[in-house]
């Protein structure tokens, strides 16, 4: 006899058992691939909404003109920063020389840019930051980027040091999102397309975690408890007609 999966999709429940989900949080922190009309749903339900990205390769303005674009402002003032200018803008204070070396996309990475980080990182007063650990960063379905991870592996190898990283899975952004609006993790909702990622970061933080299946994970892929999810969406858009029936 099969088991039954701990995971609920979200799709087979009632408009009761929906409603007891909706009752069950009250802060939303979403990855920001998926339904703008769902995330304004959600804030029309009196849900306290916050994106999370590690793709730092656009800067908070181009977030900000896209989801206007989608339908989905965002308002002033934008409370959680986390794009490389921003970082690179509040590390320049450290001291007039270089303070820092961050580990992040970047297209034009190349061997003198990594052998000066190597150089700084020798200093024991240099800051070392990944912002994010990413191994690969998905294109298309048939192209990835390598990721900031393989090059911060190169860093730690040649220096001995370990970053400090900020991206998820990691809970700094979580930490920073608290600075702003208090969290009860049992009543916050992680969502997110990736089991490594948004899932574990919810795991780490005690949130409740939803998965939605339009990225490269699989229910299948689902085998650690940390990164178990409590409920699946085939897409976040599938969660819409949900909230609407309440």
């Known amino acids: 006899m099969a088991q039954s999966s701990p995971i609920t999709d979200l799709s087979s429940l009632n408009k009761e058992e ?23 749903k959600l804030k029309s339900l009196g849900k306290k909404v916050f994106l999370m990205s590690n793709n730092s390769a656009s800067s908070l303005e181009k977030y ?5 674009r ?24 450290l001291d007039s020389d270089v303070g820092a070396v961050v580990i992040d996309t970047d297209p034009n990475i190349n061997f003198i840019k990594m052998m000066k980080a190597v150089q700084y990182l020798k200093r024991p007063d240099c800051h070392f ?17 390598i990721g900031p991870g393989c090059f911060s ?3 730690e190898k040649f220096t001995g040091r370990s970053p400090i990283v900020i991206g998820k899975p990691e809970v700094y952004m979580a930490h920073l999102i608290e600075k702003i609006h208090p969290l009860n993790p049992s009543r916050t909702l992680m969502i997110g397309d990736s089991l490594d990622h ?3 970061l919810g795991s780490r933080c005690g949130f409740q975690t939803l ?13 650690d408890e940390d990164n178990m999810p409590k409920y699946s969406l085939n897409k976040l858009g599938d969660l819409l007609p949900l909230l609407s029936s309440q």
């Open 153 to 155: 592996a190169l860093l």
């Open 198 to 200: 948004d899932i574990l």
């Open 18 to 40: 929906i409603a007891a989900f909706l009752d069950s949080f009250d802060t939303v922190i979403s990855d920001c691939d998926g339904s703008p009309q769902t995330i304004n």
């Open 70 to 93: 989608m339908g989905m402002p965002i308002p002033k003032p934008y409370p959680v920063v986390e794009d490389l200018p921003s970082l690179m803008s509040e590390l320049s204070n």
């Open 64 to 68: 900000v003109t896209s989801c206007e």
């Open 129 to 145: 930051i990944l912002a994010a650990s990413d191994v690969s960063a998905i294109l298309t379905k048939d192209l990835k980027l």
């Open 211 to 223: 998965l939605v299946l339009s990225g490269q994970c699989a229910l299948e892929d689902a085998t």
